[in-house]
């Protein structure tokens, strides 16, 4: 089955596919490293890297372009820097906000490749695009590595291609439609062969999962909107640290704009705070609404904003993650893919024993699902500054992720035994 047609003029032979894909993700690397070059090369022209020649401005772009995408930079710092003797780090904290750049190139790109395919010869598109990739990430692993700084060009090569491969498949299925005509194969159909008893339970394991990604949804929702109103009520002390800083035109623009691209890491650290796990800033640190101990800072403006001082109402903000349980609950409610409720109804007729025990039940599978969600938001929200005591910064997963799967487990059983008075229907 073709996904759609694609106009030919007479005489001209089309793009094979493969070559078409390499074209396609190839532009998007070009044009996410030039939004990576272009601030490097208005500082340079500044005067603000007066111990850099422009090849080693290249090589800082490249190990830019790879960090966007997730690659680990090894860093090597001679002795004198920051030790007396030659200190080594690991710099994996990335700006997620950057990260959108290259996916939604990416995505552009899936949608154009998928438009130009037949069914069964899409996968010679995205081979070549994600070959393209791979080259180019190994390329820069390999030219932009330096004394100071170390990549792995297996790394290079790969991790790129988590960013890349999303926007590449996720365009394919927005232009396709569905995943028939993506792929070739009918998952209703085959799903429709099934038992009925099986179909019941995958509805109801299906439903749980969403649910659980309404809850961690809602839960990093309501985090980024305490994160805006702490910027808000701190905004008098952001610019007092951008005026003392006094980077002139170009370098307050580039650290803004390296602020912006953390800002889904920075709504990753309040997930942990809103979840009482709370978040670091250097080893040894701790912030949360329960305990907040913290050490000298980086100059970074929007570090002004933490939490501070007296916490009286912090605890208030645990109820955050309870009231996305809420939101959860109601909507597994609405959904009305309660399956193992009914299978507990037919074999147990104590009417008064099956509602509790699988709506409690309902609430540990969201929570759970949750938790593990949170989990891995807070993991790629963090990593390590590399430098210093900074080699542990952003939440701890384990502990969010346990945190987040109790409170979201109370507020879906809340959220579900209240939902038919919401619903104003009966149970």
Do not use: C
Request: aromatic letters at 10%; proline letters at 5%.
């Amino acid at each position: 089955m073709k996904l759609f047609t694609r106009p030919k003029s007479p005489g001209v032979l089309p793009m094979p596919l493969w070559l078409q894909g390499v074209v396609e993700l190839g532009q998007a690397a070009v044009l996410s490293a030039l939004l990576i070059f272009l601030p490097l090369i208005g500082v340079w022209f500044a005067d603000g890297f007066n111990d850099r020649d422009f090849a080693s401005l290249a090589r800082l772009g490249g190990q830019g372009w790879l960090l966007i995408h997730g690659v680990p930079l090894n860093l090597t710092f001679p002795a004198g820097t920051l030790a007396a003797a030659e200190t080594t780090g690991v710099l994996s904290l990335f700006p997620l906000g950057l990260t959108l750049i290259p996916f939604f190139l990416s995505w552009r790109a899936g949608r154009r490749l998928a438009k130009a395919s037949y069914t069964d010869q899409l996968w010679q598109a995205l081979l070549g695009a994600l070959g393209t990739y791979a080259l180019l990430g190994w390329a820069a692993a390999y030219f932009s590595a330096n004394d100071d700084v170390t990549i792995s060009v297996t790394a290079g090569a790969l991790v790129p291609l988590i960013a890349a491969g999303l926007g590449l498949v996720i365009g394919a299925r927005r232009e396709a439609g569905s995943w028939v005509r993506l792929i070739g194969v009918d998952l209703t159909d085959w799903i429709s062969r099934t038992s009925q008893h099986s179909r019941w339970a995958g509805s109801y394991v299906w439903a749980v999962i969403r649910a659980g990604a309404v809850g961690i949804t809602a839960a990093l929702g309501l985090s980024a909107l305490l994160l805006t109103a702490a910027l808000v009520m701190s905004w008098a002390d952001i610019v007092s640290v951008y005026q003392h800083l006094d980077a002139g035109i170009i370098g307050g623009v580039v650290l803004t704009v390296v602020e912006l691209g953390l800002m889904p890491n920075f709504a990753g650290w309040a997930l942990g705070w809103t979840s009482g796990a709370g978040f670091a800033i250097g080893t040894g640190s701790i912030i949360s609404p329960l305990e907040t101990t913290v050490g000298p800072l980086p100059a970074v403006p929007v570090l002004a904003a933490l939490p501070v001082g007296g916490m009286e109402y912090g605890v208030a903000a645990l109820m955050l993650p309870v009231v996305a349980g809420i939101l959860a609950g109601w909507w597994f409610l609405r959904e009305g893919e309660n399956h193992f409720d009914e299978w507990l109804s037919l074999k147990i007729r104590a009417r008064w024993f099956t509602a509790p025990v699988s709506t409690l039940l309902l609430g540990a599978f969201v929570g759970l699902v949750s938790g593990i969600l949170a989990a891995g938001v807070v993991l790629i929200t963090g990593g390590s500054a590399g430098v210093g005591r900074f080699v542990e910064v952003g939440a701890d997963p384990l502990w969010t992720g346990l945190w987040i799967a109790a409170e979201v487990a109370v507020g879906v059983v809340v959220g579900y035994a209240v939902g038919p008075w919401l619903e104003r229907e009966e149970r």
